[in-house]
């Protein structure tokens, strides 16, 4: 499938306006605290275990440690253990696919 010049343009556009609301600046695990901690270009700073996450649960320290933030500045990724996660889904409370959270949900309904 061919990309049109405006149709290119058109997406870049998207992609600074949504980059103007807010962009992942910079993102690293505190080993103390076991949480992943995501700065934001709106000043907003987000903690979350790693436990909290699909694919992280099981990764080692050396693991969480090495983040990369997509060139969007819109998501994380954790190279060794293959895991993303998109900031705006992070920010609703969404820490994984649909239905990894249905099964997650389903598990904390089933221990009450």
């Keep these: 499938m061919a ?3 405006a ?3 058109q997406a870049k556009g ?3 306006t949504e980059r103007a609301t807010g962009h992942v600046r910079a993102a690293w695990y505190n080993r103390r605290r076991g949480r992943v901690i995501v700065h934001l270009s709106t000043g907003v700073e987000v903690a979350f275990p790693a436990t909290l996450a699909e694919g992280l649960a099981n990764a080692s320290p050396e693991e969480l440690a090495e983040i990369e933030i997509s060139p969007s500045g819109r998501g994380l990724h954790w190279p060794r253990p293959g895991a993303d996660l998109y900031i705006p889904a ?3 409370g969404v820490y994984g696919s649909r239905r990894w959270m249905a099964s997650h949900m389903g598990a904390a309904g089933s221990e009450k």
């Design 3 to 5: 990309v049109t010049e």
């Design 7 to 9: 149709e290119f343009e």
């Design 14 to 16: 998207r992609a600074l």
């Design 90 to 92: 992070l920010l609703r």
